[in-house]
């Protein structure tokens, strides 16, 4: 009798085929674009495929599943964004991350980041991937900016960096999506000079905050 020949089996002997170079870069900025569009709760991997113009099949041998599909896409995403700034101070360090490339104002970027977080409580996968692979990295580059801002003296000792480093897209984010306020670099800037700095202990030396004399 001739085994039965499995699923598994067909697809060890079958080619995986490779997505790499610009066609996954196409297939990565349809999924996002996608995302922004309807939401992670309505994103299928068939719009995706209609999007990024390949067949569903072909996606679904790379990726188990649309969790898979947009943890990659953001990790892609954000890889090409710069390192965490180093300019020697915690001001414009704060400002650079969270204003310039790389940072949370765009809009796409935040109906991204609202459709992703509104599915973390019912995706415990997306959730964990999410928070390692996406959240992790940001945080741990705040949280280093923070670290040398201390050890430049610029923050008290007695400050608590677990609280003090997500307060500030902590803050954004809830003004953005919860209340309703435009993204924006001023709304970053006022957050870091009315709450962020003080806490800190440390003032604000920006010359547009610097008293002027006559």
């Known amino acids: 009798m001739t085994p039965t020949r499995t699923r598994h089996d067909a697809d060890e002997a079958t080619p995986r085929p490779r997505i790499e170079g610009e066609r996954e870069q196409e297939v990565f900025a349809a999924t996002l674009a996608v995302l922004a569009d309807v939401g992670y709760d309505r994103l299928t991997m068939d719009a995706v495929a209609t999007a990024a113009k390949a067949s569903k099949a072909t996606l679904y ?4 599943g649309k969790g898979d599909l947009v943890v990659d896409a953001l990790v892609h995403h954000k890889g090409q964004q710069p390192p965490a700034p ?17 940072g949370t104002l765009t809009t796409e970027q935040m109906s991204i980041f ?46 608590d960096l677990d609280l003090l480093a997500p307060a500030l897209p902590g803050i954004v984010l809830h003004r953005v999506l919860v209340l309703g306020d435009v993204p924006a670099p001023d709304l970053v800037e006022r957050v870091i000079d009315q709450i962020v700095l003080p806490v800190a202990g440390h003032a604000p030396t920006a010359p547009h905050l610097e008293e002027t004399h006559p």
């Open 114 to 159: 609202a459709s992703v977080v509104t599915a973390l409580h019912r995706d415990a996968d997306l959730a964990r991937e999410f928070r390692s692979r996406v959240i992790g990295p940001k945080v741990a580059a705040t949280r280093a900016i923070f670290e040398r801002a201390r050890d430049r003296g610029e923050i008290a000792e007695d400050v």
């Open 61 to 64: 041998r790379r990726w188990e």
């Open 86 to 102: 180093d300019t020697g101070c915690l001001r414009t360090d704060l400002v650079a991350a969270f204003c310039g490339l790389g």
